[in-house]
């Protein structure tokens, strides 16, 4: 099973390397890829985009405040008191403007107009900076909507930190004080969410151009593997291989008689046959092949050679005559 998923993968990526090589492929999908783009670019609707950033400040005289009249409070330096607690209150304030009233009094639930609050980490300038930051973002298809939430938040801000210092009866000469650094900018037009949604139709159209030659390669594939099983059917089964009849056996060698030194004729065909029963013997059963040995002291001529008639048959015998040479 793991092995054909291996193979299934391996065949896959190797057909969309093939695709990706022809230029009748890529070519077509690149255009497509690119008309798409363009056309999520322009039916993008333009955003507008304003901000502001606020930071939470004490004022001269800290966080607490004297009750006797012959030691007034020490007075501080505001810029110089920027502490944990700050960035606490700056913390529960961007939790209280995330919520889903707070975004319908403002108009920024959902629609065309979004807000965002949080302590700068959306902007580049505020990044590394650990401050009670609180930087305001409105984003609308209409300029005029975006710098309007952003000012409204600002205020609802401001009006919501008094109320709670009020209810928790701080003295009012050690309320926290939002102080804003940069002023709500005028509404600019961003490219980012058209250029984005081009991006993303860009790498759709040619992707779903891939998948198009990808599904039309394999119907080709199965049509042809159609094809052939259709002319392999029509042109029947293969003719079975027939085996070979086996050789016929060699015809036995004609007897050849000899004579040796001392006159007496010897055949060596019986000769080769003791010889071979011999060998046989030891070793078994088993065909040994056992030269024939002659005796070196005697040498072969032919002196003639004479056809004679046997009675069982007309069998051609030949005499040889053998002395030294």
């Not at 004297?66 to 606490?88: G, V």
């Not at 024939?292 to 007309?314: F, Q």
Request: with cysteine.
């Amino acid at each position: 099973m793991g092995t054909t998923d291996a193979e299934g993968r391996t065949e896959f990526w190797s057909t969309v390397a093939g695709l990706l090589r022809r230029k009748g492929v890529v070519i077509p999908a690149l255009l497509v890829a690119l008309a798409f783009g363009t056309l999520a670019y322009l039916g993008t609707p333009k955003t507008y985009v304003s901000s502001t950033t606020m930071v939470l400040a004490t004022n001269q005289y800290g966080g607490t405040e004297s009750q006797d009249p012959t030691q007034p409070t020490e007075l501080i330096n505001p810029m110089l008191n920027f502490n944990d607690s700050l960035r606490t209150t700056s913390a529960i304030l961007i939790q209280t403007m995330g919520t889903s009233d707070v975004l319908h009094q403002l108009g920024a639930a959902g629609g065309t107009t979004q807000l965002i609050v949080n302590d700068g980490r959306t902007n580049p300038e505020l990044l590394g900076l650990n401050g009670p930051f609180l930087y305001i973002e409105g984003r609308s298809v209409s300029a005029e909507d975006a710098r309007r939430v952003v000012v409204n938040a600002q205020v609802l801000m401001q009006q919501q930190l008094r109320k709670w210092q009020g209810a928790l009866n701080a003295p009012e000469r050690t309320y926290v004080n939002l102080v804003t650094v940069v002023p709500p900018t005028e509404p600019a037009a961003s490219a980012g969410r058209a250029t984005k949604l081009a991006m993303m139709a860009f790498a759709f159209g040619f992707l779903l151009c891939l998948a198009v030659a990808y599904a039309a390669h394999q119907v080709r594939l199965r049509r042809r593997a159609r094809a052939d099983a259709v002319a392999t059917t029509a042109s029947g089964p293969l003719p079975a291989t027939v085996p070979a009849p086996p050789a016929p056996p060699a015809p036995p060698a004609p007897a050849v008689q000899t004579r040796d030194e001392d006159g007496e004729d010897s055949d060596d065909s019986e000769d080769s046959e003791d010889s071979e029963d011999s060998e046989g013997g030891e070793h078994g059963d088993e065909p040994v092949a056992v030269p024939v040995l002659l005796n070196r002291k005697a040498s072969t001529r032919v002196v003639g050679a004479e056809a004679e008639a046997s009675p069982d048959g007309p069998a051609a015998k030949t005499r040889v005559r053998s002395g030294n040479r």
